[in-house]
């Protein structure tokens, strides 16, 4: 069965500084998706960035970018210049392709609350 | 376009209660799911739908029940409210069932049970 692991609980940060929050998945299937998902203190889920298995290159969007390393089975996300605006729960969540007996739609990891110090 | 849109924010319900959780989305996805978020843990998929008429079990589909007549409705139903459903729902949708489609997120709904 899948898996995503997020080993780190909690992280402090002061702003404008970088910030690697690490993500590790477990899954024997060639097709995946790895996506991270923001969950600030309002409670909704806001998607941030997406990697294909397939793709070569890392993938970016604005300050978040995806450093995959496909041999470690790793997807962390890297911020840089933090704000005070990223203090948030970070998700990690990965998507198969459809399989049966319910392993559908996404895993996630258990988070990591990253805050942001001024 | 609103998005992925849930109706209560918040509930508060006695045990044996029943109800009913709206999600709706305006973006034409045919999947669309839901997931609770327990504290100290990621989301767990409840049910999902790949189209209209067309329902399924996720990892956690014990006292819920689901329904999809069109494309862009997918209420939960809680048949008897334990506390063991206190919890926040998620509802979720994306364009397919791909490895590659992302899921976007309605802002939730808080339960809480009695």
């Known amino acids: 069965a899948q898996k995503i692991t997020q080993t780190q609980p909690g992280m402090f940060v002061q702003e404008k500084e970088a910030v690697t929050l690490d993500c590790t998945y477990d899954t024997s299937d060639p097709s995946y998706g790895l996506f991270w998902y923001k969950q600030p203190s309002s409670g909704e889920m806001i998607f941030l960035i997406y990697?294909?298995?397939?793709?070569?290159q890392n993938a970016t969007e604005g300050r978040y970018s995806l450093n995959f390393q496909k041999a470690r089975k790793s997807a962390n996300l890297v911020i840089s210049a933090s704000q005070l605006g990223d203090s948030a729960m970070y998700f990690c969540a990965m998507r198969l392709a459809y399989s049966g007996g319910g392993a559908d739609g996404l895993t996630f990891g258990k988070g990591t609350h990253l805050i942001i110090q001024p | 376009n609103a998005g992925v849109t849930q109706t209560p924010k918040f509930q508060v319900l006695k045990t044996g209660q029943s109800m009913t959780l709206q999600c709706a989305q305006d973006?034409?996805?045919?999947?669309m799911s839901w997931y609770r978020q327990d504290p100290g843990m990621g989301l767990r998929l409840i049910h999902y739908s790949v189209g209209a008429g067309i329902t399924d079990q996720g990892e956690v589909p014990n006292g819920y029940n689901v329904s999809r007549s069109t494309t862009e409705d997918f209420p939960l139903r809680l048949l008897s409210a334990a506390p063991s459903q206190t919890s926040v729902y998620f509802c979720?949708?994306?364009?397919?069932?791909?490895?590659?489609?992302?899921?976007?997120f309605g802002p939730g709904t808080r339960l809480t049970v009695l």
């Open positions: 973006m034409n996805h045919e999947y």
């Open positions: 979720a949708s994306s364009y397919g069932r791909g490895w590659g489609d992302t899921q976007y």
């Open positions: 990697q294909g298995s397939y793709d070569q």
